[in-house]
Structures are given as structure tokens and as C-alpha cells.
């Protein structure tokens, strides 16, 4: 399937920003077998003052910029053609009650490694009620993959989506205890559910295609940058996509901007800069399927 992927992103300023430095990761990955960049651009207004191109540990790409002269904007456009694959046949994956004997033979630190993933990290941490969630959620004899989806059912059902009962600085632990909360919050909390009953789990950031209700026009920009989880499920079936928050395997309609521990290593826009006053945001996503 290929898309046409279009995403802007703008930073009004009450008064002119100076000294500003910002590390930008928007740009899809390139996935063996699962996605292919066909062409993608980053477009910054103004014009920084310096613009490098890297890639991070975890092999995302990153756009670091500056700008030195006094600004009271900065608009972020990215535009990307993809190729989304179907991806190979799903492997059978290690029983849950065998993981641990297969993480300890683990010998692997590259940036797939899934002892990465298995510890606590800063926006996903071990947490008692989490674990006890989870461990609720499972049954013996399960597979790891049968876990990973037990525990995405349970949260999909006890969860509810909502915008307004959260921040991008919520805790997962206060999600978690409300209830509520939105993909970046799901995610969370089952990367900290997994990890706590022993199943390396990465963040991973995207965008999603949106489908309008039957008879409705699809409106423009309503898509959205996404979040959903990787979970390690043994030796031979790997890593698989799991979206808690729509209680499905990640698939055609999901497209892979970053991974990371969490939302912190994956984060499409941080930095800092010298500014007073408020600031005013805005953000609009397209994601176009192109006939072919």
C-alpha cells in the first residue's frame, strides 16, 4: 500500500524566540520487509541557522537544527511517500514460561536487542499494580504472542479514550489509575504491564491512517501521529506490533516513524530555546493512499 504522508506542525510565540536548538524525529523509517521510504522531505521555516542529518542508537532518523536570530515562529513540514508492506508470516512464538531461559542466553546489546527493553525506564517504569494487572491478564500455557494480546484485550476493555484526562507529561502509573488516557498513555502502560511479567517492550511512534464513517468525507488533516507497542515474543517468532489503544496487530494503516523505551527517546519534537510569553501550537496529519 503506498501513502502520501503529509504532516505540519507550527510554534507561535507571544514574543521573539532566540537561541533556540530542537532535535526533530518525523521522518518514517525504512524496515526491512515492512516499509520503504520512497522519498521524504523536512521542511523548517524559518531557515536554521545550522541543520544536521543523523541517526540515533535505536536507528531513527534525526534532524537537529538551530536557529540564532530572533523568530516568532517556526513551522515544521514533512512530506513522505510510503510503501507499506504486508510483512512476513507471523513465526510461532516462545511460551510465555520459557521467555526468561531464552533472554538469559541473550548475548546480543545491537540496537534490536531486546534486553533493552525489559527494564524500567523513565515513562515506562515497573510498577506493582501494572505487573499484578498483567499477571491477571495471563493464563498458563499461553504463548508469549497469546500474552501480549491477552494483555492489549484487557486494556482496551478497562481503559477509556480520553483526550482531555491527560497530558504529554502524565505519569503511566496516573493513567493507569484513572482509566483514561490516549495512545501515548496505552502504550505506556502496557510496555510497563509486559516488562513487569517479563517481556522485553518498545514504544513505538507513527502515524496512523484514519478511516471516515460510512458515508462521511474524509476530512483533511484528521489523520494523526500515533503510538502503539513492540513486544519480544521468543528467539524465533522476534518482534511484534501490538495497538492497545484500537486492540489490534499494527498493520497496513500503521506507519513506523521512531522506536524507543518510550515516548522520551522517540519524542517527534524537543529542544529548548529562550522565550516569555505564551506560545500557541497546532498540528494537522494527512495520510493519502495513493492507488496502485
Known amino acids: ?169 502524565t505519569p503511566a502509573a496516573e493513567a493507569f489509575a484513572k482509566r483514561r488516557g490516549v495512545c501515548q498513555d496505552y502504550s505506556h502502560i502496557m510496555i510497563a504491564c509486559l516488562r513487569g511479567i517479563g517481556i522485553p517492550a518498545a514504544y513505538v511512534s507513527g502515524f496512523l491512517r484514519t478511516i471516515p464513517p460510512p458515508g462521511k468525507p474524509r476530512l483533511e488533516g484528521a489523520d494523526a501521529m500515533h503510538a502503539w507497542v513492540r513486544a519480544w515474543c521468543g528467539a524465533q517468532a522476534g518482534w511484534v506490533e501490538v495497538d492497545p489503544t484500537n486492540n489490534c496487530t499494527a498493520g497496513a494503516d500503521h506507519v513506523v516513524v521512531a522506536y524507543g523505551r518510550d515516548y522520551s527517546d522517540v519524542a517527534p519534537v524537543k529542544g529548548m530555546l529562550r522565550v516569555s510569553g505564551n506560545r500557541k501550537s497546532a498540528q494537522a496529519v494527512d495520510v493519502i493512499p495513493l492507488p496502485g
Request: net charge neutral; charged share 20%.
Open 1 to 169: 500500500m503506498l501513502y502520501d504522508i503529509t504532516l505540519r506542525i507550527s510554534y507561535d510565540y507571544a514574543s521573539p524566540a532566540v537561541g533556540g536548538r530542537h532535535l526533530v524525529r518525523l521522518l518514517p523509517l525504512d524496515i526491512a520487509g515492512q516499509q520503504r521510504l520512497v522519498a521524504g522531505h523536512l521542511e523548517i521555516t524559518p531557515r536554521p541557522s545550522e541543520r544536521f542529518e543523523q541517526t540515533d542508537f535505536f536507528g531513527n532518523r534525526v534532524t537537529e537544527f538551530s536557529h540564532r536570530a530572533p523568530h516568532e515562529s517556526i513551522v515544521l513540514k514533512m512530506q513522505a511517500r510510503i510503501d507499506r508492506l504486508p510483512g512476513p508470516a507471523p513465526l510461532a512464538a516462545t511460551p510465555l514460561a520459557a521467555l526468561a531461559g531464552e533472554l538469559a542466553l541473550c548475548r546480543d546489546m545491537g540496537p534490536d536487542a531486546p534486553l533493552h527493553f525489559l527494564a524500567g525506564s523513565p515513562r515506562a517504569p515497573l510498577d506493582g499494580a501494572m505487573t499484578a494487572y498483567a499477571r491477571a491478564a495471563v493464563h498458563p500455557g499461553m504463548t508469549t504472542a497469546e500474552a501480549v494480546a491477552a494483555v492489549a484485550a484487557a486494556l482496551y476493555r478497562d481503559i477509556r479514550f480520553d483526550a482531555k484526562a491527560t497530558t504529554v507529561d
